[in-house]
Structures are given as structure tokens and as C-alpha cells.
């Protein structure tokens, strides 16, 4: 029922910018939190933020705080990601997820707690 489409991911110099989007639907409630996560090659998805719709509560892993900035607009159901000052360890595949109901909250980001998903836009960052 609850479908998020990623988009906005392409490939940039270390340094460079990206802003993320996600585009919820089905969603029938008030109150849901929405993370992002990230996975590369090897790897285990990893959480990246979150947000909530209830209080505005956001959440940053250690490896992005202060480079990366969650927002939401909740008239379009979309969530947003800007990225700045890019690194090659940024370079992974993101997904954007709802919480499921009686979820955690946003004051970290479990994959496990988060059960409707997107597909994934890819993000490069390489000179």
C-alpha cells in the first residue's frame, strides 16, 4: 500500500552536492518517520537519518553529521536529503524507508524497525 519512489542521486566529485528526494504514497496516517539508509557492495545497510512527522525530530549517523540536512514537506509527502561536501565513502545506494507502526521513533535509525521500502537511487562520488 505505502510506495516511495528515490530520485535525485547521480554521480559528483568529492565536494560536490546532491539533494535527494522521497516521494511517499499510501500513507494514511498523521504521524510516520521516514529514514534513510545507504548500501554499498559488501557492506550492511546502514542508517543515515531520519525524520518525524509528529515533532520534526531528526536524527544524523556520525558519518554524515553536519554534512547532510533531512527535510520534509509533508503537503507533498516528499522527503528530502541534501548532501554537501561529498566523500568517495558516500558512494552507495540510498533508500528511503517508513517506520513501521509502533516504530522506534527518530531518535536513531534501525533498519529493522522499517518495513515499506523504495528501491534505491544510486549515488556516486569519485574524481
Given amino acids: 500500500?505505502?510506495?516511495?519512489?528515490?530520485s535525485g542521486g547521480g554521480s559528483v566529485q568529492p565536494g560536490g552536492s546532491l539533494r535527494l528526494s522521497c516521494a511517499a504514497s499510501g500513507l494514511t496516517s498523521d504521524y510516520y518517520v521516514i529514514g534513510w539508509f545507504r548500501q554499498s557492495p559488501g557492506k550492511e545497510r546502514e542508517g543515515v537519518s531520519c525524520i518525524s512527522s509528529s515533532d520534526g525530530n531528526t536524527y544524523y549517523?556520525?558519518?554524515?553529521?553536519?554534512?547532510?540536512?533531512?527535510?520534509?514537506?509533508?503537503?507533498?509527502?516528499?522527503v528530502y536529503l541534501q548532501m554537501n561536501s561529498l566523500k568517495p565513502e558516500?558512494?552507495?545506494v540510498y533508500f528511503c524507508a517508513t517506520e513501521r507502526p509502533g516504530g522506534y521513533g527518530c531518535y536513531d535509525v534501525y533498519p529493522g524497525l522499517y518495513d515499506s521500502w523504495g528501491r534505491g537511487t544510486r549515488v556516486t562520488v569519485s574524481s
Avoid at 1 to 6: A, F, I, R
Avoid at 66 to 77: C, K, L, P
Fill in 1 to 6: 500500500q505505502v510506495q516511495l519512489v528515490e
Fill in 90 to 92: 558516500d558512494t552507495a
Fill in 61 to 78: 549517523s556520525d558519518a554524515v553529521k553536519g554534512r547532510f540536512t533531512i527535510s520534509r514537506d509533508n503537503v507533498e509527502n516528499t
